[in-house]
């Protein structure tokens, strides 16, 4: 059997690796457009800042420990076309301009995204980046290590802008963060993006909330940033608007898409033709609370998982992907801010019936030194109980704890099956009642559980 | 309705404040042996060290405020025998010697234990405290506090010890610790045993296994700890060997309890006698995976929990107290260390088929700084793949994963199940499979979910 896999950065790299291990006699080729393989991406802001200094600490393998283990990386080698009728694709290897087709047995689509850039006057000066690739990283590592580029413009304020903006403090530079919507990270509640906002804010960061970018100016490198409100003098601009899925090579087949070019997945990470499976930032994922098959949500974790069910199946093991749940942490400066499950904007889409219920309280007792406060907004279904989701801000106990929410919204918990779950508690670490349990106390709507009644 | 409860601390308090809010028109009458009431006995170790500095703030509300809010409080108030037949306790008053009887509709025997005096030679000489009640960390905190107090023996390698000994070495104690099993925590696996050992030596701190205390020697005060090994210099003594339950009362009574005197209790924390509860350190627990009633668990959490549940059983509505799994974490100097679920020892006692793994992971993303080794072992049950427990050390991210697996132990997750979970992660804050996650896929024994098969 011959596996090709077009990407070899996590989904590709993990499933290669996985599959490997479950059937060393399956012949696996992979085929990565760049020159890099196998790096954590999800470093790169704090590769920025030298708070990791060595470019090979975000590199899991090598291209030579990959062949080293029986699988064929061919780097520099971009997949320009798919022929599902056929089960071939058509391979460039960009280094000698060379094209050549390939038959597989089974096809994984690992290419990940890119990061999509604004389409607006002189976007083609120099000083604009992005950062979505090792490769972006370096160019722009480079850029900002040197020191004229003091005064630094980052366009969007998601996660990657602010995780960028961390750094960049770091490395002393004067920022300016522009964001066309009402508020910073609008995939967190209004809370989290007033409290991030703030402390951004309290750091000599400026921030311009509703403000769209219109153009860029300068003579060969930019130098002023121009927005329908304003206009910003700066050396440097990175823009963090996004990532589109590298599935354009796909426009001519019949592999199904969400409109942003995402590749829908089922449960075992098929596309809908036989014997194509796909992983990672180039898909869009089964949501297991949402029950449906649109969820682009492009991150490490179910990059990996995914390659790894994508092996098993392959292999002949049933193992499925459970499917996301939404969960994301994120620090910023002194702030670690989390989330799993849906979003009040979610519930409202989707219909669900819910309420919430907001809390503050500490990370630990409050007589322990050093204790600080936890704000936590939780959502419910109203009718049945269950937790929806859970968004959490604080100093410090944030990033694990919302994963306890996450095993809840994954068992499907109500709120008091929550409360009564035996917490590890000691005054270091967390006060008698756990945050969140604080929180799930606070939800009236308690659905009577069927008696336990067991023998006594 | 006339609630009587017996004793104020965690169990009581946490009983009469959620009642007096579920129904004001409850009488509610609390009868303390002791002055103190509703303090967090667990902030103890850290008050002696000064970490904590003053005692009220370990008081969550005085007598005054509970008064304020109409329940009742008598301190100095012993309560030394029960008439289940006749519904009434008699009580003494003991700050003036008095006995009365007082009737009651409804019971709640919440009295707490007290900590196990060594009945060895000469027991009595001044100068050997236990820490249980806030009375005895008062006399041990003033005794320490006397720089000729300088050589000090804890007897007892448990969590109590450990977590007096780290608040020692702040107050740059010389310490002795002497406990008569081969190992330290003995409630935990023998490789956090071997490490927590390894750390307190490193910090000083003489451990002296598989030694028993035969007795003590002084003129007045303890100057000697003579084991059945070998005999130690000392200036104070601290015993930390274990609590007794409080209900010495009931020796008359129909009241069933364990050998060590522990109320059993049901899953409405109901005792075997109509309208009489308890909880507590002075009851066993139902345990939620050995589904056995006899789990002697004397923890904060537990006490504050099934006190709520009293208070709703009491009120009519019919909340249950899901049971203990066991979760415990602990601080010791640089190390946290937790567990939750069912021990290998338990397991084998209860005939239950199972395996484990152990593994080691970083803390955080390897490339990112400071990132620390967490050991984890699991167990798992071999038939079904179900997680029974795990046990964890590390220096840094243990004690709110550990919660993670709380959720997945009451939810009764398999390993797998575990494993597909969507977790928040960034690299500050976990690698890209989370530690635990990286057990749970070391587990081969795969059960094979039933297929999800949603409607795509």
Redesign the interface.
């Given at each position: 059997m011959h596996v090709v896999i077009i990407g070899g950065v996590?989904a590709g790299m993990s499933t290669a690796s996985k599959l490997k291990r479950l059937d060393e006699s399956i012949k696996i080729t992979v085929f990565e457009k760049g020159t890099d393989v196998s790096y954590?991406a999800?470093?790169l802001p704090?590769f920025l800042s030298d708070?990791?200094q060595e470019e090979k600490?975000?590199i899991a393998r090598t291209v030579e420990k990959f062949k080293s283990q029986g699988i064929d990386v061919y780097i520099n080698h971009e997949v320009i076309a798919l022929d599902e009728t056929k089960n071939t694709v058509k391979v460039v290897n960009n280094a000698i301009n060379k094209t050549f087709d390939v038959a597989y047995d089974k096809l994984v689509i690992a290419t990940g995204a890119h990061a999509i850039r604004l389409p607006v006057d002189n976007h083609t000066l120099k000083g604009i980046y992005t950062l979505n690739s090792l490769e972006d990283g370096r160019r722009l590592k480079k850029a900002l290590q040197d020191k004229k580029n003091q005064r630094i413009a980052i366009i969007g304020g998601g996660y990657i802008g602010l995780?960028v903006a961390e750094n960049l403090l770091i490395m002393e530079k004067e920022i300016i963060v522009i964001e066309r919507e009402e508020r910073l990270l609008t995939k967190f509640a209004p809370f989290i993006s007033d409290q991030i906002k703030k402390t951004l804010q309290k750091n000599h960061i400026q921030i311009y909330l509703e403000e769209t970018v219109k153009g860029y100016e300068g003579k060969g490198n930019v130098s002023k940033v121009v927005t329908d409100k304003a206009a910003y003098d700066v050396d440097l601009v990175i823009e963090a608007v996004g990532i589109k899925p590298n599935t354009e090579f796909l426009k001519d087949t019949t592999i199904k898409r969400l409109k942003n070019g995402a590749i829908i997945t089922?449960?075992n990470m098929e596309t809908n033709i036989d014997n194509i499976y796909a992983a990672g930032d180039c898909v869009s994922y089964?949501h297991?609370q949402l029950?449906t098959?649109d969820a682009f949500v492009p991150?490490?974790?179910?990059a990996?998982?995914a390659g790894r069910v994508i092996a098993e199946q392959i292999a002949g093991?049933?193992?499925?992907?459970?499917?996301?749940?939404?969960?994301?942490?994120?620090?910023v400066c002194d702030l670690?801010i989390?989330?799993?499950g849906i979003s009040e904007t979610e519930a409202i889409a989707h219909n669900i019936p819910y309420d919430k219920v907001k809390i503050t309280a500490k990370d630990r007792?409050?007589?322990?030194?050093d204790a600080t406060p936890i704000e936590i907004e939780l959502i419910y279904h109203t009718e049945n109980c269950q937790l929806l989701g859970a968004e959490m801000l604080g100093n410090k106990?944030v990033?694990?704890?919302?994963?306890?929410v996450?095993?809840?919204l994954?068992?499907e918990?109500t709120a008091?099956?929550?409360s009564?779950?035996?917490?590890?508690?000691?005054?270091?670490?967390?006060p008698?009642?756990?945050p969140l349990q604080v929180a799930t106390n606070q939800i009236k709507c308690?659905k009577?559980?069927e008696?336990?009644?067991?023998e006594?």
């Open positions: 996590a954590g999800c470093g704090y708070l990791i600490s975000l995780e089922n449960e089964y297991r029950k098959y991150l490490g974790t179910h990996n998982k093991d049933k193992r499925q992907f459970d499917g996301v749940l939404g969960s994301t942490v994120l620090k670690e989390a989330r799993t007792a409050g007589y322990y030194p106990g990033a694990h704890r919302i994963n306890t996450a095993v809840a994954a068992s918990l008091q099956e929550y009564d779950i035996d917490f590890a508690y000691a005054p270091p670490f967390s008698v009642y756990d308690i009577k559980k008696g336990i009644n067991h006594k």
